[in-house]
C-alpha cells in the first residue's frame, strides 16, 4: 500500500544495458549461441553474453497516488503492470521513453487526462490495456494504438476515437 517510491529509477538493470554471463566448467565448449525468436524476429546471443528481459509487476496492490515519473527512465524495461491498484493522477508524459515496452497494463485504476502522444513512439508494444480508468480525449493516431481491441480502452467514458466507436468531436 502506499506511493510507489520515486527510488524505482534506482533499479539500475532497467536503465542500462546489462549482460549475464555464462560461465562454462568445460573450456572445450568454446563457441555458445542462443537463437531467441522475439516478436517475429530471430535475435541472436552468441557466446558468453545472453541479454536480461525485465519485467515490473506491481498489479493487484493498494498502491495509491500517481505512477512515478521515474519510471521513465527505465528504459529497458519490457514489461510494465500496474492495474488493479488506486493510482490517481496522469499516465506520465514521457511514457513513449520506453520504447522496450512489449507489454503495458494501467488498467483497473483512477488514471485521468488524456493518453500521452509519446506512447506512440513505442513500435514494440504487443499488449496493451488502459481499461476502467478515468482517461479523456483522442486516442493518438498514426501508430499500431488504433490496432489494438476496442477493450483495451473501455471504460474511460471521455475517451474517443479508434478502435472506439465513440467519435470524436472538434
Known sequence: ??????????????????YATIFFIEQRIRDFNVSLMWKGSEQMFKKNVLSLLKGIDLSSNHFSGEIPIEIESLFELVSLNLSRNNLTGKIPSNIGKLTSLDFLDLSRNHLVGSIPSSLTQIDRLGVLDLSHNNLSGEIPTGTQLQSFNASCYEDNLDLCGPPLEKLCID
Open 1 to 18: 500500500s502506499g506511493q510507489i517510491p520515486k527510488c524505482i529509477k534506482n533499479f539500475t538493470s532497467m536503465t542500462q544495458k546489462t
